[in-house]
């Protein structure tokens, strides 16, 4: 099976989908007022109500960023323990939070998470969520803001910061919307994110590595660092992985 690709994307990741059918589906957004492109992948195989794993895509780029050879392969691995998928548009940079341009984070849970639900018909009670870069903050946000919601949450060279003056332009809509998603000070001052399994992991040569550190040690929880920096031969690499921890944590859920 050939991967469809975007013009604004590197090219097609992956050449075989190992028997997984994945489907593209506009949802159009009554909180955005836009169409947006959805992904769903269901692993092959029959099996009643898989849990759903929602996946969330970096700053500029789309699904395609994802879907790679390693992920089908980990998927078909898996067998029966293999979770749905939903790969979420996020735009450009909206960082999946509810800001000036549009509720992002608002449509993410309440339009986005319920229409994956129906396409995959996967357990609505065992979800998962996880994002690489700004997917990766806006994961650590909308787990912040829905206790319990998620059975885990991940964060892969989650984009960071320790104070809003370090932010990358259009991150955020100012000062004011930086401290109401500040996900790194909600770990200094409480336990965000209750019981669920946090994963949390970056190349040695990101740029984001020193507050991923710093929320790590707030949270109490590892931050794994192996090779590699902020791009996707480094994301591909640990597909397996990631996984691994999902479907660990959504078969305990």
């Known amino acids: 099976m050939l991967a469809v690709w975007r013009p604004w994307d590197a090219g097609p990741a992956y050449t075989d989908a190992k028997g997984a059918r994945v489907v593209e589906f506009k949802l159009a957004s009554r909180l955005l007022g836009r169409s947006l492109d959805e992904v769903v992948v269901i692993p092959r195989g029959k099996h009643r109500r898989r849990p759903l794993l929602v996946l969330l895509h970096g700053r500029g780029s789309s699904a395609s960023q994802w879907l790679s050879d390693e992920l089908f392969a980990e ?25 000036d341009d549009g509720p992002w984070g608002s449509y993410v849970l309440k339009e986005a998470i319920p229409a994956g639900l129906r396409r995959t018909g996967a357990d609505p009670h065992r979800v998962a969520i996880g994002g690489i870069s700004m997917g990766g903050f806006g994961a650590f946000d909308l787990a912040r803001i829905s206790p319990g919601r998620f059975c885990a949450v991940g964060g892969h060279s989650p984009a960071l910061w320790l104070s809003g003056g370090d932010t990358a332009p259009g991150a955020f809509d100012d000062a004011e919307d930086f401290a109401r998603h500040d996900v790194v ?6 336990r965000p994110f209750g019981r669920t399994p946090v994963w949390l992991d970056a190349g040695a040569s990101d740029p984001f ?30 597909a397996p992985d990631y996984l691994r921890f999902y479907a660990a944590a959504l078969s305990r859920c």
């Open 185 to 190: 000070r909600a770990a200094r001052t409480g």
């Open 75 to 99: 998927l078909a691995r898996l067998g029966r323990r293999a979770p749905a998928l939903l790969i979420v548009a996020g735009g450009d940079h909206s960082y999946y939070h509810d800001r």
């Open 209 to 238: 590595l020193s507050a991923d550190r710093e929320f790590a040690r707030r949270l109490h929880v590892p931050l794994y660092v192996s090779p590699g920096g902020h791009d996707r031969s480094y994301w591909h690499r640990h």
